[in-house]
């Protein structure tokens, strides 16, 4: 079908160029223009919204652009015409099913853009459009059909999203038996293992932390890390990335909720695994086109170095005085 409206068009593209440019009416802005057939019905009105393909050619009718070619045709309004280029003159002439050739002064498109000129659009020379009106809609019947599309996606993106949502955990379980984690769960649902326990300090809110990370999906596959055997081990294209590192700041939220809690669990020269959910990485979104929508994620952590800051010493505490018995207050009294 696409073939055959393409050649279709060009046909008549072909018997327009034929002709004397004398046979083309002109728009008040000045455009050229020669309607091909005239179908009966209501022509084009100011706000309707129109769907329709068109080819573009040049004055050596070589093909600019084609919505055959493309497979979608264009959809837009009609609204008054600001300038030559726009053919919102020519649109109120045409009905459903009309085609029509338009030649606009290329100089007209490119005034003030001399810098965006291509080769085949030299001063002087003219872009040919060949239009065909697929459709046309009034404003209310486009706005009414754009709703009732945009809730039958959110319908299927919620189902869809339900799906994965219901997914999660049994995935996550799988993977922690599978690799045979014995994992500690907090509060918020993170689940860790301190696999290389230190001695040091721990760090507090505010410190600049130093870490070392490589993080994964529940398939084992690798998207991200700091150290570059394992990011060229996984096949990870990051170029001009310094591997180092990673430097944030500890419980004031610069990372997933994940990180954020689970960093302040361990100490500086630790190691840990940390299994996050996705309500404690990136949610139903997801971080596309890395991370998929609830995706639980796998990060092994080296807390390298701790950079404290001064933090202030908590005041000491000094014991109320208890009252004295009243025997012992009237001994003393006297």
Do not use: C
Not at 22 to 39: D, V
Not at 53 to 73: L, M, N
């Amino acid at each position: 079908m696409m073939m055959k409206y393409f050649l279709f068009i060009l046909a008549l593209t072909l018997v327009v160029s034929a002709k004397a440019q004398t046979a083309l009416l002109h728009s008040p802005r000045g455009a050229m223009y020669q309607i091909f057939t005239q179908h009966p019905g209501d022509k084009i009105k100011l706000n309707d919204v129109v769907t329709l393909d068109f080819i573009e050619k040049t004055d050596k009718d070589s093909i600019v652009r084609s919505t055959y070619a493309e497979g979608k045709p264009i959809k837009f309004q009609v609204t008054a015409s600001q300038n030559i280029t726009d053919l919102m003159e020519i649109y109120p002439l045409l009905a459903l099913k009309d085609s029509a050739l338009v030649k606009v002064p290329s100089d007209s498109i490119f005034v003030g853009h001399e810098d965006r000129r291509p080769p085949f659009f030299p001063k002087g020379s003219f872009t040919t459009l060949v239009v065909k009106i697929e459709r046309i809609q009034s404003l209310n019947a486009a706005i009414a059909e754009r709703d009732s599309l945009m809730a039958i996606q959110r319908n299927e993106n919620a189902a869809e999203a339900a799906k994965f949502k219901a997914a999660e955990a049994p995935a996550a379980a799988k993977y922690i038996a599978s690799h045979k984690l014995v994992l500690k769960t907090t509060a918020s649902g993170l689940k860790y293992v301190i696999t290389k326990p230190s001695l040091k300090r721990k760090p507090l809110t505010g410190d600049t932390l130093l870490v070392n990370y490589a993080g994964r999906d529940l398939n084992d596959k690798v998207f991200d890390s700091s150290i570059e055997a394992i990011a060229k081990a996984a096949g990870l294209e990051q170029p001009g990335r310094t591997y180092e590192p990673y430097q944030v700041t500890a419980g004031v939220g610069q990372v997933i909720a994940g990180w954020n809690e689970g960093l302040l669990l361990m100490n500086e020269g630790s190691k840990a695994t940390f299994v996050i959910p996705s309500n404690l990485a990136y949610g139903e979104q997801g971080n596309p086109p890395v991370i998929g929508p609830y995706s639980t994620l796998v990060f092994d952590l080296e807390l390298v170095k701790i950079k404290p800051i001064k933090h202030p010493v908590a005041a000491a505490t000094v014991p109320a005085k208890k009252p004295l018995h009243k025997a012992v207050a009237k001994k003393k009294a006297a």
